[in-house]
């Protein structure tokens, strides 16, 4: 579905990501995880058509996208939910995910798109009037996440859903992510709680200081040396 | 004192024109973080627009509303694509020179094409006509305009609240990035808000047409009132625009009346000075 290959991406001038590839099948959901720095969040605002790459190729369902505007990205089917939630504020929970559904002209989708999101987060509901910037951390992101799936995207691409929330809702969060993969979303999640995000994911990558280093299954991917040092301490 | 009630009614009526000019300012910079400079000759092209076509083709001047209007759009949409796209680009100091440029080229093109003179509309439905209600006396332009720009407030207000470009619109200028993760063309929603903001000046110099001078540095006084307004409102507030376009309308009536004519503007200027210091968010800002 989604195929990149060797990018290179700079801010300013300035290389991050040097050489990074990774694919994405259907009904899949892949985790990319790294330090602090690691070029992930860059990764996905790459795919996201707010940056461009320097070199390589990006293609959605064999189109090359690597030059397309996040406009065009969203209306081929690509949501990507940024990292620290970035809602409304000021706009009700209900504007809020009206708004992720923008590109969508069919109300009756719509308001499909809306019992959907709903279902999954009935908390959303309950609270439908309310400011999207007096809700708690967790529930903001979950905001997040439902105003990314109002236009039924094809890829999902989740930047850190559990950051900032207390450990409780971090499982909460992973397992709302979990469920809606097991209903055929397409995931591609960056996290920084690394080992669930690799136990639950189809497939992974680690990426280092721009560049892609392993590949591999979750599985695969705990048992080498690097994710062990460098991220779960063993 | 029994001028009081009068001069209350007449400054709250004028308020309303000042509420409409303030928006315009307030939708652009709520949108784009931009003070444009060259508000107050937006204001001035659509006078211009309201007076010749008036005059030329001697029709009522309410009726040249909407080709001010369109204009102040179109005049707005320009400015944004031919210009101030570019000043995004520069640095802080290119986006504040910049829109005073066009504010300098649009005044003196004015004063090219048209020349310095004052010049008036001597015909139309509400030209020089008033209604007494007991000691009180309302002139019919100042009437008029407080309704027509009560009308365009909250068509403006309604198209920005409950429509999806609106929210479109709202989203664009509360995060760009996240409204461009939605598929909002951030791009034209900034042109648009451009847009508005002229078609409000346009639609507000065809009223003033009405009742005051058309001449080319007009913008100046009316630029300066509606950066009061929206100081004192809060920048981006539209509710704020509303209330303090009124309070200003008070301030310049009744400072006009019981201090003297010829300080009226001093104060407006003053509370300018007093919001800066003492709120700078302004009543309704953030």
Redesign the interface.
């Known amino acids: 579905m989604l195929k990149v290959e060797e990018i290179e991406v700079r801010y300013s001038g300035v290389p991050v990501i040097h050489d990074v590839s990774f694919h994405v099948n259907g009904g899949e959901l892949i985790s990319i995880v790294g330090a602090n720095g690691s070029g992930k969040t860059t990764v996905l605002k790459t795919v996201?058509g707010?940056l461009h790459p320097t070199k390589g190729s990006m293609e959605f369902e064999n189109e090359d996208i690597s030059a397309s505007t996040?406009?065009e990205i969203?209306?081929k089917g690509i949501?990507?939910?940024?990292e620290e939630r970035?809602?409304?504020?000021?706009?009700s929970v209900e504007?809020n995910l009206?708004?992720?559904a923008?590109?969508v002209n069919d109300r009756e989708e719509m308001e499909k798109s809306l019992d959907y999101v709903y279902g999954l987060f009935p908390i959303l509901k309950t609270r439908w009037k309310q400011l999207g910037g007096t809700l708690s951390g967790g529930e903001q992101q979950m905001l997040a996440i439902g105003?990314?799936l109002m236009?039924r995207p094809k890829l999902l691409m989740l930047d850190e859903p559990s950051l900032g929330l207390m450990p409780k809702l971090v499982d909460e969060m992973l397992e709302a992510v979990a469920t809606l993969k097991k209903e055929g979303n397409t995931i591609l999640l960056v996290e920084q709680n690394v080992r669930e995000a690799l136990e639950m994911a189809d497939r992974g990558y680690v990426l280092q200081t721009g560049r892609t280093i392993h590949e591999g299954t979750g599985q695969e991917l705990l048992e080498t040396d690097i994710v062990k040092r460098a991220f779960l301490g063993l | 004192m029994e001028m009081l009630v009068p001069t209350i009614i007449s400054a709250l009526l004028m308020g309303m024109l000042f509420a409409l000019v303030a928006l315009g300012l307030a939708i652009i910079f709520g949108v784009m973080n931009i003070v444009n400079f060259a508000h107050g000759e937006f204001l001035m092209v659509g006078m211009y627009t309201a007076f010749l076509t008036a005059t030329v083709f001697s029709i009522e001047p309410l009726l040249t509303l909407p080709i001010a209007a369109m204009v102040g759009f179109l005049l707005g949409i320009a400015s944004y694509y031919f210009l101030v796209r570019y000043l995004l680009k520069g640095p802080m100091l290119a986006q504040l020179l910049g829109t005073f440029g066009l504010m300098i080229f649009l005044r003196y093109l004015a004063m090219c094409i048209f020349g310095p003179d004052y010049k008036t509309l001597e015909q139309g439905v509400l030209i020089g006509k008033s209604i007494k209600w007991g000691s009180v006396v309302l002139s019919y332009p100042r009437l008029g305009t407080a309704v027509l720009s009560l009308i365009a407030f909250g068509i403006i207000y309604w198209l920005i609240n409950r429509t999806r470009l609106g929210k479109a619109l709202q989203a664009t200028a509360l995060d760009v990035e996240a409204a461009s993760y939605m598929g909002i063309d951030t791009e034209r929603m900034r042109g648009l808000a451009w847009g508005l903001g002229g078609a409000t000046m346009g639609i507000a110099g065809a009223l003033l047409t009405n009742f005051y001078y058309v001449f080319p540095t007009i913008g100046i006084l009316f630029c300066m009132i509606a950066f009061a307004t929206v100081a004192l409102g809060g920048f981006g507030s539209i509710k704020g625009a509303f209330i303090a376009g009124l309070i200003m309308g008070l301030i310049i009536d009744l400072g006009g009346t019981y201090i003297g004519p010829h300080h009226k503007f001093a104060l407006v200027y003053l509370t300018y000075f007093l919001v800066v210091v003492f709120r700078p968010q302004g009543l309704f800002g953030w």
Request: net charge positive; hydrophobic share 35%; aromatic share 12%.
């Open positions: 996201a707010t996040t406009v969203v209306r949501t990507y939910v940024p970035r809602i409304f504020g000021p706009l504007e009206k708004l992720g923008y590109i105003r990314g236009s």
